[in-house]
């Protein structure tokens, strides 16, 4: 699940309306949900508090197999909507498959006029952790010079381990490094400038996307009832329609990066298919039709399929995600190096655990409705490697949970390679 820095980095870009999913970076995040999903590591424990809307601590602890932990902090020049760990949406709280929405320019804050002056100032996030013992440093600043334009600025900096204190001169072995991103989203295109300090990388990662834009639209809660979320359906755009075939939009990417220092350059490319919204909601959404009311398009299920190609490095990757059923999906990828012939296969699922209760706000029926609720999810992961990864993350009273094991079938007298423990919890009260 997703770490309390991490939801509420995600809960600042949506307060402020920016759209990190348009970012070659993230071109193949459907598939690494379900592909590339992390088992915890022996038994973490983390309590986050938000004493007001702008202020956030959080507290983490792993007390196996060795014991550590980290502090840290986070503000944030805006409100955030951050829930509490009884109540945040679920799917929000991790890495899952989604369908996402048309590309669209980000958001603008709005204007804020005193005596005939805009107020209104420039959003950021500020966050710092400081892990014990080991006393590294982690820090990050955020900020929108402009509606289309964001800045990233992120810092480590750890000190050499089993330094004596009373001789500073002698320390050596530190590691520090910063790090600078610049993004500009337009919505057809987004473009990042990246600087390593460490190693002198530059680097300019491109997205480009074919189709029209789309605007802002906002995704239906997993405790809505049937009708309100009939209220919000869209239909699918009538401009792009394949008969025969899935009806969808292409991105294409590329990365480009060099470092003078390392002598070295390197460059990929990555394109992505992503189908429309359904042309009509699913059938447990929308009462029975009659003959005259069925829709002439076909419903087609949600899917995903991403190309990643390196030519300098020989690598080849394709991946197909698809949601199969209201709870299921499944995605596989082969990746394959052109020099070596080495290859992978790779093969995952995401199933959605429900609970039922009553909604009595219906108005549609006298009688209550009966409204499901996610409140957990199962995936699991097997390749060709002979790696078997299984992770069940739930919500249990007011904590968040993640237990996960891995296993490698090669090893036939001690398969199990690692289990770990997740507990997560965070108050704004």
């Given amino acids: 699940m997703h770490p309390f820095a991490t939801y509420v980095l995600r809960s600042y870009y949506k307060a402020t309306g920016w759209n990190e999913d348009n970012l070659f970076a993230n071109l193949t995040r459907s598939s690494s949900a379900i592909l590339d999903f992390s088992i915890p590591r022996g038994l973490n424990l983390s309590v986050s508090k938000s004493p007001n809307a702008l202020f956030r601590t959080t507290y983490s602890i792993n007390a196996m197999p060795s014991l550590h ?10 409100d955030l909507n951050v829930q509490n760990s009884s109540n945040a949406r679920f799917k929000d709280m991790i890495d899952r498959f989604k369908v996402y929405d048309q590309p669209r320019r980000p958001g603008t804050k709005e204007e804020e006029w005193l005596a ?21 440093l982690d820090a990050l600043y955020s900020t929108r010079l402009s509606s289309t334009v964001q800045a990233l600025v992120a810092a480590i900096s750890e000190r050499p ?12 072995g ?3 490094n910063l790090m600078f991103n610049l993004q500009h989203d337009i919505g057809k ?32 809660e997993e405790n809505e009832t049937p009708s309100r979320q009939r209220a919000g359906v869209r239909r699918v755009d009538e401009e792009e329609p394949i008969d025969g075939g899935l009806k969808g939009r292409v991105s294409v990417g ?3 990066y060099f470092s003078a220092q390392e002598r070295s350059a390197g460059v990929s490319t990555g394109i992505r298919f992503t189908t429309l919204p359904d042309a009509t909601p699913p059938s447990y959404q929308v009462p029975s039709q009659t003959p005259s009311s069925t829709p002439k398009s076909t419903p087609q299920p949600p899917t995903t399929i991403t190309a990643l190609f390196n030519p300098m490095l020989g690598y080849v990757s394709g991946a197909y995600t698809a949601q199969v059923s209201r709870d299921l ?5 082969f990746e394959f190096n052109v020099y070596s012939y080495e290859s992978e ?65 090669s090893r036939y007298s001690k398969p199990l390679r690692a289990i770990g423990l997740e507990v997560s919890y965070f108050s704004s009260d």
């Avoid at 999906?329 to 990828?333: I, N, T």
């Fill in 254 to 256: 590329a990365e480009l």
């Fill in 345 to 409: 296969w790779t093969m995952g699922a995401e199933w959605w655990l429900r609970g039922s209760h009553l909604d009595h706000e219906s108005n549609d029926e006298l009688r209550a409705n009966e409204v499901t609720e996610v409140h957990g999810v199962v995936k699991a992961r097997a390749s060709t490697s002979n790696n078997i990864s299984l992770l069940w993350e739930g919500r249990l009273q007011s904590v968040l949970v993640g237990l996960g094991v891995v296993a490698d079938l």
């Fill in 174 to 176: 530190g590691t520090s």
């Fill in 116 to 136: 005939g002056e805009n107020v209104a100032t420039r959003d950021y996030l500020m966050y710092g952790r400081l892990y014990l013992p080991t006393g590294r």
């Fill in 329 to 333: 999906s499944l995605s596989s990828r």
């Fill in 189 to 220: 295109w987004c473009t990042e400038y990246t600087y390593n300090a460490e190693d002198g990388m530059w680097g300019v990662k491109l997205l480009h996307n074919f189709g029209k834009l789309g605007g802002s639209l906002e995704t239906p």
């Fill in 161 to 172: 381990p089993n330094t004596p204190t009373d001789f500073p001169h002698k320390r050596s």
């Fill in 69 to 78: 932990g980290s502090i840290g902090y986070i503000f944030t020049s805006c």
